[in-house]
C-alpha cells in the first residue's frame, strides 16, 4: 500500500454559528421566490419554533438581517422584508463610503468603467422612442435647474433610460447601484452654483451621442461626465 497523500489546506473550516445559518436559511427563500419584498415574517418566538433554534439567535439573525437591509421592522413590532431595492441594500455601502472620503475616487472610477461601457452599448441598442424620451427629460431639466431636487430626480430617470438602452440586465442593476451610493455626495454637491448647468451640458452631450449612433463617441460624453460629477463632488467635500 502507498502512503496516504498529504494534502494541504490554504484554510480551516469555518463553523457558522446558529444565527448565520438562520441569515443563510431567509436568505435562501428570498433569492427562491418563497418570501418577496413586502411578506411579513413570523414573531421571532414562532420563527425560533419552526427553524429550531433559540429565540436569542433568531434576534442576532434579525439584527443581521436589518443591517444588510433585507429585513426591516415596523413600528409598533413587527419585521418585513424590505422592497429589495438598491436604496434598502446598499445602506451599509454608503455608511462605509461616508466613514472613508478616499472611496469617492474608488466610487466614481468605478461609475466612470460602467457608465462608459452602457453608453458605449446604449449607442448601438437604444431605441428611437427611447431618445424621444431622452430628449424629453433634458427639457425637462432645463426647466428644473434652479431646483435641485426635481433636478435629481430627472437626472436619474435620464441615466436609467440609459441603462436600460444597454440592453444588459447586469450593467444597468450596477449602473443603477452605484448611482444609489453616490447619491448622498451628490445631494450636496447639487446644490452648488453651476453644477446643475454643467451636468446639463454633459448630458446634452451624451444624448447627441446616443443620437449619431456613435459608441465612441457616447462612451467618452459618459466617462467626460462622470469626471465632473467626481470633481464637482470632492469640491463640496473639501
Request: some cysteine; overall charge negative; glycine content about 6%.
Amino acid at each position: 500500500m502507498t502512503d496516504p497523500v498529504k494534502i494541504e489546506f490554504d484554510a480551516p473550516i469555518q463553523r457558522e454559528s446558529v444565527a448565520e445559518m438562520v441569515v443563510r436559511r431567509i436568505l435562501d427563500m428570498v433569492k427562491a421566490g418563497v418570501l418577496k419584498a413586502g411578506d411579513t415574517l413570523p414573531p421571532e418566538r414562532d420563527l425560533a419554533l419552526s427553524l429550531n433554534v433559540s429565540r436569542p439567535s433568531v434576534r442576532e439573525a434579525m439584527r443581521g438581517l436589518a443591517v444588510l437591509g433585507v429585513v426591516k421592522t415596523r413600528q409598533g413590532g413587527g419585521a418585513y422584508i424590505s422592497d429589495l431595492g438598491p436604496d434598502a441594500l446598499l445602506g451599509p455601502i454608503q455608511f462605509y463610503l461616508s466613514l472613508e472620503g478616499m472611496n469617492i475616487r474608488e466610487l466614481y472610477d468605478a461609475r466612470s468603467l460602467i457608465e462608459s461601457d452602457v453608453a458605449r452599448r446604449a449607442a448601438v441598442a437604444i431605441t428611437d422612442d427611447e431618445l424621444l424620451q431622452l430628449e424629453a427629460l433634458l427639457q425637462t431639466q432645463h426647466h428644473t435647474i434652479g431646483d435641485p431636487i426635481a433636478f435629481r430626480k430627472s437626472d436619474f430617470e435620464f441615466h436609467e433610460l440609459i441603462w436600460i438602452g444597454c440592453r444588459n440586465a447586469f450593467l444597468k442593476r450596477i449602473g443603477e447601484s452605484l448611482n444609489v451610493i453616490g447619491l448622498e455626495f451628490r445631494k450636496r454637491a447639487s446644490e452648488r452654483p453651476g453644477v446643475l448647468e454643467q451636468s446639463l451640458r454633459d448630458h446634452r452631450s451624451l444624448l447627441d451621442a446616443l443620437k449619431a449612433r456613435d459608441p465612441a463617441a457616447a462612451a467618452a460624453a459618459a466617462e467626460a461626465h462622470m469626471q465632473n460629477v467626481y470633481q464637482s463632488t470632492i469640491a463640496q467635500e473639501g
